[in-house]
């Protein structure tokens, strides 16, 4: 039987026969969830001058308090030059600080200040409010089938560093 990262065989059988309008269907309504899920933290960044990209560092710099930028690079999967205009945006606007490893010279260690701990903390409030009424709302079963499908949905590598960043209980 077919089973996904946390599934059962028999349930995950019975997806294997989706037709390509059902898939479909499901692909469309994940744009819109996307675009419901980005809205509130869209206009909170767009009134600071900022976008997704500052959000989505400023998110990993909190789950992972002390992160290098080579992990973050890792997580983000972009580009030196891409990472390295967003965080210097940052740390000239006093929410992220760069501080020199203590064993390691060459790396560089994230932290948000007080400043980025107050825009994480309203960003994400923004983002768990819409998780939260979505799952109220889905009820306990449709949240665990969730997780599945977006667990198997990642690529392995992928896959493996969010589980590490998950069981770190942060």
Do not use: W
Not at 2 to 26: N, V, W, Y
Request: glycine share 10%; proline share 2%.
């Amino acid at each position: 039987m077919a089973q996904g990262p946390g599934g059962s065989g028999q349930h995950g059988e019975t997806l294997l026969f989706l037709t390509d309008e059902q898939l479909r269907k499901g692909i469309e309504a994940m744009f819109f969830a996307y675009k419901g899920f980005t809205s509130d933290p869209d206009r909170i960044l767009e009134e600071r001058g900022y976008g997704r990209a500052h959000h989505r560092a400023i998110h990993f710099i909190h789950r992972s308090h002390g992160t290098t930028v080579n992990n973050l690079l890792a997580i983000l999967g972009v580009t030196k030059q891409s990472l390295n205009r967003v965080l210097r945006t940052l740390i000239e606007d006093g929410l992220v600080e760069s501080r020199v490893g203590t064993r390691d010279k060459r790396e560089r260690h994230l932290f948000l200040t007080e400043r980025g701990l107050v825009l994480e903390r309203e960003l994400s409030d923004a983002q768990q409010a819409r998780v939260r009424d979505a799952f109220r709302a889905a009820g306990p079963g449709a949240v665990a089938g969730f997780r599945t499908v977006l667990e198997a949905m990642m690529d392995p590598d992928m896959r493996r560093r969010y589980q590490r960043l998950t069981e770190n209980g942060r």
